[in-house]
């Protein structure tokens, strides 16, 4: 009699086995899609920490070449001090008069005529 049960009831079981199945599909796809969006994360997190190592990289980057400018400039100022001060002395050198169509004072003559007379002997 319990086979004839079976076959008497065997749309009904037919439906409970094809339910647990489906049933049991839809939890093994939702536990996937877990898994999947875990990865996801994981995969974002990953992402997240490569773009500020790289953007600490490019600010080291940055600051590195913002020393060697700040350098470059130091150096440079350095130099046109040194060419300002070359400059002004030559400027004082050439400012000062020398000859304009007067005649050497009495001082300056006795020091021309002492030298003559010492190149001569």
Not at 66 to 84: H, I
Not at 86 to 105: A, L, S
Request: aromatic share 8%; with cysteine; hydrophobic share 40%.
């Amino acid at each position: 009699m319990n086979l004839h049960l079976i076959w008497k009831y065997k749309y009904w079981i037919a439906i409970v086995v094809l339910s647990f199945i489906c049933f049991g599909q839809m939890a093994y796809t939702n536990h996937l899609a877990d898994n999947l969006k875990k990865a996801e994360i994981q995969c974002q997190q990953k992402i997240q920490k490569l773009k500020d190592d790289q953007q600490k990289e490019l600010v080291k980057a940055q600051d590195k070449a913002n020393q060697a400018s700040a350098d470059y400039e130091k150096l440079k100022s350095e130099q046109r001090v040194k060419n300002e001060v070359v400059i002004k002395e030559v400027q004082k050198i050439i400012d000062r008069p020398m000859y304009h169509n007067v005649c050497i004072d009495a001082d300056g003559l006795r020091q021309l005529n002492s030298l003559i007379a010492t190149n001569t002997s």
